[in-house]
C-alpha cells in the first residue's frame, strides 16, 4: 500500500520559511495531479496548492505569491517551498492525490509561525 510521509515543518518566526517533502513509497506521483493541504487548529483541512502531473500549479488566494509547489517524479516526491510565513499559517501539513479516491493520509507535519 502506498504510504505517504511528509517532513520539513518546524517553528519558524513570522516572516521566515520553510520547505516541506512529501515523499511515497510507490511511484504514484508521475500520474497524479497532488496537493498540499492544511488543517489549523480546530478547523478543516483546505486545500493550498496543487499540481498538475505536467507540472501546472494553482494556488489558495491565501499563499499565492509566498509559497510555490514542485514536484520531483523520479524521487516520488513533492515539495511545497513556503515563504514570507505568516502566524495564520499555523498548521498541520499534508499532502495526497488532488482529487479523490484519496490515498491513506500521512501523518503530516506541524508548521507552527510565532509572532
Known amino acids: 500500500q502506498v504510504q505517504l510521509v511528509e517532513s520539513g515543518g518546524g517553528l519558524v518566526q513570522a516572516g521566515g520559511s520553510l520547505r516541506l517533502s512529501c515523499a511515497a513509497s510507490?511511484?504514484?506521483?508521475?500520474?497524479?495531479?497532488m496537493g498540499w493541504y492544511r488543517q489549523p487548529p480546530g478547523k478543516q483541512r483546505e486545500l493550498v496548492a496543487q499540481i498538475s502531473s505536467g507540472g501546472s500549479t494553482n494556488y489558495a488566494d491565501s499563499v499565492k505569491g509566498r509559497f510555490t509547489i514542485f514536484r520531483d517524479n523520479a524521487k516520488n516526491t513533492v515539495y511545497l517551498q513556503m515563504n514570507s510565513l505568516k502566524p495564520e499559517d499555523t498548521a498541520v501539513y499534508y499532502c495526497?492525490?488532488?482529487?479523490?479516491?484519496?490515498?491513506?493520509w500521512g501523518q503530516g507535519t506541524q508548521v507552527t509561525v510565532s509572532s
Open positions: 495526497n492525490r488532488l482529487s479523490r479516491p484519496y490515498l491513506p
Open positions: 510507490g511511484r504514484i506521483f508521475s500520474s497524479n495531479a
